[in-house]
């Protein structure tokens, strides 16, 4: 590997920054897929820092209400940046901020605004990018030769055409390992298509999406399909979490978007009006008198079963969002409807899912409001539901002196709240059942040292899944990062306490968890590299893994390679490691048992603008002989796929 590498620091990619502030319940969820392909589509079309909007600030996930504030005024005060050194004289904005907006953001100087462009322009200067992606597995699973409607290969396909930040459209066909192509009930073709238009800037139509797209309003207590940060990375934006964001679904996953048209309009300098329509198909578990049990998300069709669940339901949603703005206040109000085709009527006899939601029709308001000073931020959203069940969350964020920040949140979620698209911060995962105090701190005593902290507290007042009975948890998290040139050292404990029934399922019993993780990474002129170990131990069961990554560059060549030793007791003490991927494919796999993990990857650029990736992974298990189970089950001992991807860009 080090004859790949060559002069000049590889720096370490907002991916790697990213999977910094993860924990294990973040990666089990599907909103981390969603902000990683918002971030990629962000760094894809950068934001000129020169005519940014406030609202398009604010759809970074790791700028905090301080920041886009200092930001907004700098320009407003001096005038267009000259450069991205001009970061630097913010503030508000440290090191990790700045290096974060190297990807997403740049600086144009331009003579004189020209207004939207002309048609003419759009189509000579616009830019096309093809993207095709296969999966090739060397190795059966049970379904493959019996059980499973499609062959064995995963492949997706994305074209988009784009111009600046102004147009942008495209189209994305997907199909999972198992699931049938060109045949069936997929006669034309991919198992899911997605397909969209966005116009911006165009007068006082700030933004339009036609086609699939995502939205995200306010705290997510009533609308957010688009991204999620956990309890960590919620630090590094001081709780803000308070944009109207409306984005193409330019995803291969099928589940959590709209399907229809969504516009934000410029009222006034302090007024803006976001609405939408949608008409979109669901997969559903059907009762024996056809009404729907549950909506199903995971977008798997490879069975006659689960062919049966695609499309089989409906909804039609609407909704608006009108803000108001003025220096440092906003304020803002939100309403959504929804309609299904079939009554939903999950199984309420299990007594966690007695309050689960019901019905045809659902309506959800809320208001959200926030304040920002220079040495404090408030931000906060109440919403109820068409039953007037309650649900709340508010922080303030503090500078408590030069380099500490402080920040409060509390949550309170009725157990009889219910809104389909909810999607905010929660420890039981669901914005329903829940009351919590969340206090964490960033401090950085120098400029080497940041050491970030939090303590969450939650109650739940109903049964939850496995807990019969009100309970509650206790997570406990504390991080550092120590920068020496291009040496940075980090490490992390987690202390997660929770309580499930015991066997009797009369009384309650703790669940004590607890992760580690030790880090070294070196970014030098002839090898990047990082050496890690992650450790777990949750009463009976424990684990530890130890691995190693490498990456670098030669010429037209990049390379990175990564190895793992992982030995666990059991599923409850498995352990997550970040692995670089092709582009749209974020990587965190799941590792228990005992076993050893090898991938090598290499990109390089064929002509141009043609890019190829090839990816190969190898995992072998020591203390099995077969692996997973049902139909994904493979008779062997080890399993090695092969990622190849081409990228076009004309």
């Not at 970061?87 to 997403?104: G, K």
């Not at 493959?144 to 064995?152: A, E, F, K, S, V």
Request: hydrophobic share 35%; aromatic share 12%.
């Amino acid at each position: 590997m080090i004859t790949l590498t060559a002069c000049g620091q590889e720096e370490r990619s907002w991916v790697q920054l990213l999977s910094e502030v993860m924990t294990a319940e973040d990666m089990e969820s599907e909103t981390w897929e969603d902000t990683y392909d918002m971030l990629y589509e962000l760094e894809q079309q950068p934001l000129d820092l020169n005519t940014v909007s406030r609202e398009e600030l604010e759809s970074l996930p790791f700028l905090t209400a301080r920041q886009v504030e200092d930001m907004m005024e700098y320009r407003d005060r001096y005038g267009p940046l000259k450069s991205m050194n001009e970061l630097r004289m913010m503030r508000s904005l440290d090191h990790v901020q700045i290096a974060l907006l190297h990807y997403f953001a740049y600086v144009e100087e331009r003579s004189e605004e020209t207004g939207f462009p002309q048609f003419d322009n759009i189509l000579k200067y616009g830019r096309h990018e093809l993207m095709a992606d296969v999966r090739i597995p060397f190795y059966k699973r049970k379904g493959d030769d019996n059980g499973y409607l499609g062959y064995p290969y995963r492949h997706w396909l994305r074209y988009q055409f784009s111009y600046q930040d102004y147009v942008k459209a495209g189209f994305v066909g997907s199909q999972d390992a198992g699931e049938p192509f060109f045949s069936g009930r997929n006669s034309m073709g991919y198992d899911f298509y997605s397909y969209y238009l966005q116009v911006k800037h165009l007068g006082r139509l700030e933004n339009i999406v036609v086609g699939k797209y995502k939205l995200s309003v306010g705290m997510g207590l009533v609308l957010n399909n688009s991204f999620g940060m956990g309890k960590l990375a919620m630090l590094q934006q001081l709780g803000r979490n308070n944009a109207t964001v409306v984005r193409p679904h330019a995803s291969r996953t099928p589940s959590g978007s709209f399907q229809g048209a969504a516009a934000t309009v410029s009222l006034s300098p302090r007024w803006q009006l976001t609405g939408f329509l949608s008409y979109r198909p669901l997969d559903g578990t059907l009762n024996n008198d056809g009404t729907l049990r549950t909506i199903v998300t995971d977008g798997y069709h490879r069975t006659p079963a689960e062919m049966e669940k695609k499309h089989n339901s409906h909804a039609t949603d609407a909704g608006t969002h009108i803000a108001w703005r003025q220096d440092g206040l906003r304020a803002g109000a939100t309403v959504v409807y929804t309609h299904l085709d079939r009554e939903l009527l999950p199984d309420t006899k299990t007594l966690y899912r007695r309050y689960y939601a019901q019905g045809q029709d659902f309506l959800n308001l809320s208001a959200d409001y926030g304040y920002v000073h220079p040495r404090f931020a408030l931000s906060g959203e109440t919403a109820i539901n068409r039953d007037g069940a309650v649900a709340t969350i508010n922080s303030l964020s503090l500078q408590a002196a030069e380099g500490l920040n402080v920040m409060l949140l509390q949550r309170f979620y009725s157990y009889r709240y219910t809104a389909l698209y909810a999607r905010s911060v929660a420890e039981g995962g669901r914005v329903q059942n829940e009351s919590a105090v969340y206090l964490g701190a960033t401090w950085r005593p120098s400029p080497r040292l940041q050491l970030q902290a939090y303590t969450d507290y939650a109650h739940f007042a109903w049964a939850r899944y496995q807990v019969s009975q009100p309970s509650h948890a206790w997570d406990n998290l504390l991080s550092a990062v120590y920068d020496i040139g291009r040496w940075s050292l980090s490490g992390r404990y987690r202390l997660h306490l929770r309580q499930h029934d015991d066997e009797t399922k009369k009384a309650l019993t703790d669940y004590t968890e607890h992760r580690g993780r030790l880090s070294l990474t070196r970014n030098g002129q002839l090898l990047s590299a990082t050496t890690q170990a992650d450790a777990v131990s949750t009463g009976d069961d424990w684990g530890y893994m130890l691995s190693e990554s490498v990456g670098g560059r030669w010429r037209k060549l990049k390379a990175s390679a990564s190895g793992g030793y992982f030995h666990t007791t059991g599923y409850a003490s498995r352990l997550y490691v970040y692995e670089r991927s092709p582009l749209f494919n974020f990587s965190f796999p799941a590792f228990y048992g005992e076993g050893l993990r090898l991938m090598l990857m290499v990109q390089t650029t064929i002509a141009k603008q043609l890019m190829l990736t090839a990816k190969a992974g190898f995992t072998h298990y020591f203390d099995r002989s077969t692996i997973s189970t049902g139909l994904q089950q493979i008779n062997s001992s080890s399993q090695t796929d092969l990622d190849i991807q081409l990228r076009w860009k004309f």
